[in-house]
C-alpha cells in the first residue's frame, strides 16, 4: 500500500494496482454520455424531421414508398429503420381531416366553412381569384378550386374570425384583415392567411394540416 495525492487529497494505492490515472473515470463517464447523449440526439433528430406527417415531407415522401388508400387519398407509410414513423391521427391538428361536406356543394359566394379542430377555412374561390389554392405534397391542385385557410392570423398568431357582413377575415386583436380568398387587406399582419393543401378524391375533401403553406407577403 502507498500514498499518493491527487488533486491535492490523499488517496491510499494498493501495492502492485495499475497507477492511477486522476480523473479517467470521470473522463469516461462523460464521453459515455456525450455519445449516448449524441446517438439520442440523432434518433430524435430523425423523428423531428420526418415528423409531423410524412405526407407533408416531400424528402420522407421520396424515401418511404406509401400505399395509396384510393377510396380517401390517405397514405400509409411502413415501419422504417426500426422506428414507427410517430403518425398524427386524422380528424388532429397536424393529420388530415376529410370533411363531411363534399367538394361540389361549395359555391362560390359561400361564407367559409371553419373546421374548428384543424383551425382552418374551406372556402371555394373563382379560377381568376387573386389567391388559388396550393399544391399537395404530390404537386396536385385540386379542380375544386377549394382553398383551406388556417385560421391563425399572420400577424401574431390570434384565432381570425370571418365577419358575414363584411365579407372580410377581421382579427379581433389588431386589426388585420384579409379578403374571403385569404388575400392581406390591411393591418399589421406582414402576408396572406397561411393554407393546408386541398385534396379532392371523388368528391371527398381531404384537407392536410401538416403541410402548412405560408402566404405571400405584401409589399
Ligand atoms: S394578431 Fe392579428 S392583427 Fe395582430
Do not use: W
Not at 38 to 63: C, E, M, N, R
Amino acid at each position: 500500500m502507498s500514498v499518493r495525492y491527487n488533486a491535492g487529497r490523499r488517496v491510499q494505492v494498493a501495492a502492485g494496482a495499475a497507477p492511477a490515472t486522476p480523473g479517467s473515470s470521470r473522463r469516461e463517464f462523460l464521453a459515455y454520455a456525450l455519445a449516448g447523449s449524441a446517438a439520442l440526439f440523432t434518433a430524435g433528430g430523425i423523428v423531428t424531421l420526418t415528423s409531423p406527417d410524412p405526407t407533408s415531407d416531400l424528402l420522407v415522401g421520396k424515401l418511404l414508398p406509401a400505399t395509396l388508400n384510393a377510396a380517401t387519398g390517405a397514405k400509409s407509410y411502413p415501419i422504417s429503420g426500426g422506428f414507427a414513423y410517430p403518425r398524427i391521427p386524422a380528424g388532429t391538428f397536424g393529420g388530415a381531416f376529410t370533411l363531411t361536406q363534399p367538394a361540389s356543394s361549395f359555391k362560390i359566394d359561400d361564407a367559409p366553412v371553419l373546421i374548428a379542430d384543424g383551425k382552418f377555412y374551406v372556402v371555394k374561390v373563382a379560377p381568376d381569384a387573386s389567391v388559388q389554392p396550393a399544391p399537395n405534397a404530390d404537386g396536385l391542385v385540386n379542380t375544386a378550386n377549394l382553398i383551406a385557410i388556417y385560421q391563425v392570423c399572420t400577424h401574431l398568431g390570434c384565432l381570425v374570425p370571418y365577419i358575414v357582413s363584411e365579407k372580410r377575415f377581421i382579427c379581433p386583436c389588431h386589426g388585420s384583415t384579409f379578403e374571403r380568398n385569404s388575400q392581406y387587406v390591411r393591418g399589421p399582419a406582414p402576408r396572406n392567411l397561411d393554407q393546408f393543401p386541398v385534396t379532392v378524391v371523388n368528391d371527398l375533401v381531404i384537407v392536410n394540416t401538416g403541410q402548412r403553406v405560408v402566404g405571400y407577403e405584401h409589399a
